[in-house]
């Protein structure tokens, strides 16, 4: 159930003023159980990307494989497709609509025609994995948190049992421990139902923190895809294009710098205090 | 998928119509509007057309652009000739078939009004072509202003006018995202019948409204934020003055309405089809 993407191009508005090229010749595969990260500055075709994943925007040439299938083939069925790569958007709260939170998860594995029982005990299920407390079930959406609504609109497409769960920036707006709760359920995910999970992020810390190949945009173009250490290694060609590589790789330069004997491709803070700790010990 | 919706659209183009200032511009399209009814000479359509056409072609718009803009009314436009067609009458009769009399009046008249709809959305399309929202709102204060006098609150209207435009392409982006995160969700907005469809409409229109009425708030407390008082001592920071451009296209454009006049009303040179 892999992601493949060939020679994707995508032109918004073509043959207007406003014509753009966003998507430019992008190829990468991604591999089911994959944690990918996304990173790329503002405007540099991170969310068109994405979108491309589960059909929402057509590519204006290459192809989209999706389980080995071409999705632009005529006849192929969408509505699955979208059933299997569920995209959570910016701000997903925004897109609750229902009288309560139950039926506003149940939305989604309604669409999937499944009957009121089955709807209604998965969204329990998908409330419970982004750590909901029940007494929110029977409550208008919009009287809830700000995080609160953000764990049910992502309660929303998770109720659809994704293979491959796709985020576009889930963490934006959130203090941090909503921030680490959220991503922590999505790592728990990952970990243990092998679901694919791509990250869109503008926080080099959490992209260190859990994912472990990173796509870096810049343009419309693939810049950049790797391993976290091998992608920021390249911490000054990243700071050109508006990105850093996380703070403690800078730290690790630094003490390097200052002629430490450590080396410097840590990413994580844990990954930076053990590498410390090596060189103090031998 | 909805961005490609034109409402009022702005085209951006360096020429000497986007120039113009906006008070120009907007008597200028209503002396042409009013220029289409005071004639009925094909002559004088002739006129029209010249002055139509040449301000296309300073504007540097494509008239792609125009014309597609002519898509939303076609079915009003062709229900308007039809009725004129069939339902005027007068003059020799031209066809006789079954239910359909087709008069020699009646088809001078449904040309004719085809012809000044066509124009009469052209003519306005050019406007709001080469000028921004903001600019026509501008011009639409200024040119209202006087009326300030009567106590009609001239300033508050424009500034309505101008967040409503504002917020125009802020929905209308609101709905893409909106639309595409329920179609991510499984949402099927296209098939069904009428009651169906209606239905689908709920989970875009609830978050919709949520959203604007959360938009108006903050805008609400930016403006307060900034003192914001309304129009009495308010000054431009880009005030609309008259240049030389301007006092042309408006020589041309009187110059035009006379010699409109004169060749739809007084020239006995009426050219009919037939």
């Given amino acids: 159930m892999s992601i493949k993407l060939e020679h994707i191009n995508y032109v918004y508005s073509p043959g207007t003023a406003y014509e753009k090229q966003a998507l430019k010749e992008i190829s990468l595969e991604i591999q089911q159980g994959e944690f990918v990260g996304i990173i790329g500055h503002t405007g540099s075709g991170k969310s068109t990307l994405i979108q491309h994943f589960n059909g929402l925007i057509k590519a204006t040439s290459g192809a989209l494989y999706y389980d080995g299938k071409n999705i632009y083939d005529e006849g192929y069925n969408m509505k699955e497709l979208r059933n299997q790569v569920g995209l959570v958007f910016q701000y997903p709260e925004h897109q609750l609509f229902e009288v309560d939170v139950l039926s506003d998860v149940c939305f989604g594995p309604k669409n999937q025609g499944l009957s009121k029982e089955e709807c209604e005990e998965r969204a329990k299920e998908a409330l419970g994995l982004v750590g909901l407390p029940e007494k929110y079930y029977h409550q208008s959406p919009f009287e809830l948190s700000g995080g609160q609504k953000r764990r049910a609109a992502i309660a929303g497409v998770l109720a659809m049992r994704p293979g491959v769960l796709v985020l576009d920036e889930p963490t934006a707006g959130l203090d941090p421990k909503g921030r680490d709760d959220i991503l922590d359920q999505i790592e728990y995910l990952h970990k243990n139902t092998n679901m694919t999970v791509i990250l869109v992020s503008h926080s080099m810390e959490d992209i260190a923190r859990y994912v472990s190949r990173i796509i870096v945009m810049n343009q419309g173009e693939k810049m950049f895809d790797g391993k976290p250490k091998e992608v920021f290694a390249h911490y000054r060609e990243l700071e050109e294009v508006g990105l850093a590589a996380p703070q403690v790789t800078y730290i690790m330069h630094a003490l390097k710098a200052k002629g430490m004997d450590v080396l410097t491709d840590a990413t994580t803070v844990e990954e930076a205090a053990e590498e410390i700790m090596r060189s103090f010990h031998d | ?274």
Wanted: glycine share 6%; with cysteine; proline share 4%.
């Fill in chain 2, 1 to 274: 998928m909805i961005r490609d919706i034109t409402i009022g659209q702005y085209y951006p183009a360096k020429s000497v119509i986007h120039r113009l200032d906006p008070r120009v511009k907007i008597v200028c399209t209503l002396l042409f509007l009013i220029s289409l009814f005071i004639q009925k000479s094909i002559l004088g359509y002739l006129v029209a057309t010249i002055f139509l056409g040449a301000v296309i072609y300073m504007s540097r718009v494509p008239l792609k652009f125009i014309l597609k803009g002519l898509k939303p009314v076609i079915v009003l436009l062709l229900i308007t000739v039809l009725f004129n067609l069939f339902l005027t009458r007068g003059g020799a009769e031209l066809v006789n078939f079954w239910i359909f009399h087709i008069t020699e009046k009646g088809l001078e008249t449904s040309v004719y009004t085809g012809i000044r709809l066509i124009y009469l959305i052209m003519g306005s399309s050019i406007m709001t072509f080469t000028t921004t929202p903001n600019s026509l709102t501008d011009g639409i204060e200024k040119l209202l202003h006087p009326l300030n006098k009567i106590k009609v609150p001239v300033h508050e209207v424009a500034m309505m006018m101008s967040i409503a435009l504002r917020f125009i392409p802020i929905l209308l982006e609101e709905t893409d995202k909106i639309m595409k995160a329920q179609i991510a969700r499984g949402a099927d907005l296209d098939s069904g019948n009428m009651i169906q469809k209606a239905k689908a409409m709920i989970p875009i229109l609830v978050p919709l409204f949520v959203s604007a009425f959360r938009r108006a708030n903050d805008l609400a407390m930016a403006m307060e934020a900034r003192c914001y008082h309304g129009g009495e001592g308010r000054t431009k920071m880009k005030p609309l003055v008259y240049r030389g451009r301007d006092r042309a296209a408006y020589a041309l454009t009187v110059l035009y309405m006379i010699l409109i006049f004169v060749v739809g009303r007084y020239v006995p040179f009426h050219i009919w089809i037939f």
